[in-house]
């Protein structure tokens, strides 16, 4: 069922091929009918083997984005990542964070750029948790990209919250998470910042599993360092109920990094979980799995944004 705010009627959707080669993957591209060119935004899922509607549980968080902003005049791209459309090819390929999102954010910009419903100066990156970490990197690499919106974007190294994460969990869901567990992450993040971590390190014995050279990148990758550098506009989101990316350990260093630019707008939604799915108390697992839509509050805020941003 479509989120309130939607508008079907207002735009058409259809299908883009984003990247090349054996890795490429497919997207779709929503076109508000009948106006006069106007933004473009290039949707980026979180961490992990997302589709094109960052599908989780019975939720679709980014085809509730793009649909709601499409209604409301922005032409949106969104794409399968190439883990959740290859997932065997590139698990053996070892993608880095930066391999599997920012070749195929620039495609998509291009993409974006000669689109008839797109002024081409007015194309924009919106990247949600790990699509927030990675969409300054994006914007370096495309120095054409006008500006960025970054929801929950993580800032804390993500070993380090992958523990805090998980010893929260141990907390709100004793039973589920035992502290032999939140051990483990303990260990597996320690080597992590251990000089002994190299290309060959096992994944088994990495958080996640993800492989040493995944690790070897995050750990001097800098998001609010190349975000401060780029003197564009952005516009940062953040749930105030979210155990995932936090107020406390993630956009603090936002507010820090990015402080006295009026060109960067920060934004608490307090009733926001991680998802941007509006709630009450503290926050846990079991909300993803319940039928929901991003909050009609957050995705106006974008579209307002969007709609008088000019890059």
């Not at 209604?71 to 990542?81: C, N, P």
């Not at 924009?124 to 500006?147: I, R």
């Amino acid at each position: 069922m479509p989120p309130p705010y939607a508008e079907p009627g207002r735009f058409s959707e259809y299908e883009v091929t984003v990247g090349t080669g054996p890795l490429a993957v497919s997207g779709t591209v929503s076109v508000p009918h009948g106006q006069a060119p106007g933004p473009g935004v290039v949707l980026l899922a979180g961490g992990g083997p997302f589709d094109r509607d960052e599908t989780s549980g019975p939720n679709k968080p980014l085809k509730d984005l793009a649909w709601g902003l499409a209604g409301r005049g922005t032409t949106v791209l969104r794409f399968d990542k190439a883990a959740y459309a290859h997932r065997d090819a590139a698990a053996a390929s070892d993608l880095t964070m930066t391999q599997e999102y920012v070749p195929y954010a620039v495609d998509a910009v291009g993409l974006l750029r000669r689109h008839r419903s797109v002024d081409p100066g007015r194309v924009f990156v919106l990247g949600h948790s790990m699509g927030g970490k990675v969409a300054p990197a994006v914007a370096a690499a495309a120095p054409e990209v006008a500006g960025l919106v970054i929801m929950a974007g993580d800032t804390q190294p993500m070993h380090h919250a992958a523990v805090r994460v998980v010893s929260y969990l141990a907390t709100v869901l004793p039973d589920q998470v035992p502290p032999a567990v939140v051990e483990a992450f303990r260990r597996q993040a320690a080597l992590v910042d251990s000089p002994e971590l190299t290309p060959s390190t096992p994944a088994a014995d990495l958080p996640f599993g993800l492989p040493a050279p995944y690790w070897l990148e995050l750990r001097d990758y800098d998001p609010v360092a190349i975000a401060a550098g780029l003197r564009k506009p952005m516009l940062i989101l953040q749930g105030g109920r979210d155990y995932q990316v936090t107020v406390a350990d993630d956009l603090v260093r936002w507010r820090t990094g990015l402080a006295g630019r009026p060109e960067v707008d920060i934004r608490v939604h307090e009733a926001a979980d991680h998802l941007f799915f509006p709630g009450t108390g503290p926050s846990t697992p079991a909300e993803y799995g319940v039928p929901q839509h991003v909050d009609p509050a957050v995705v106006a805020d974008i579209a307002h944004w969007l709609s008088h941003e000019r890059g």
